[in-house]
């Protein structure tokens, strides 16, 4: 089974930046696609960008331009610039597809 540990966020300032960390372990090694999910108060999970190493990365319309996703080895990060409040969520990874367990994620919030 595949384990997440996400790390790496904090409370920031608007126009601020973080860098997220997620610890990919386990026995199961065929997680390959990688995908950083984000789940504010009262709202459903999203994708936010998502990542095929060495072949594509892909972004959600509201974070495109601001965050950038990579993949070395079996850590994924999710560098996060000009964060707006709008940011503020838990942020977790899994695979692209979604069909691992979650890890506990990471707070971020962004305000004044």
């Known amino acids: 089974q595949v384990h997440f540990v996400e790390s790496g966020g904090g409370l920031v300032q608007p126009g601020g930046s973080l860098r997220l960390s997620c610890v990919v372990s386990g026995t199961d090694l065929s997680v390959y696609a990688m995908g950083w999910y984000r789940q504010a108060p009262g709202k459903q999970r999203e994708l936010v960008a998502g990542?095929?190493?060495?072949?594509s990365t892909n972004y959600a319309d509201s974070v495109k331009g601001r965050f950038t996703i990579s993949k070395y080895y079996n850590t994924v990060y999710l560098q996060m610039n000009s964060l707006k409040p709008e940011d503020t969520a838990i942020y977790y990874c899994?695979?692209?597809?979604?069909?691992?367990?979650w890890g506990r994620g990471t707070q971020v919030t962004v305000q004044s």
């Open positions: 899994n695979s692209l597809a979604a069909d691992r367990p």
């Open positions: 990542i095929i190493p060495d072949i």
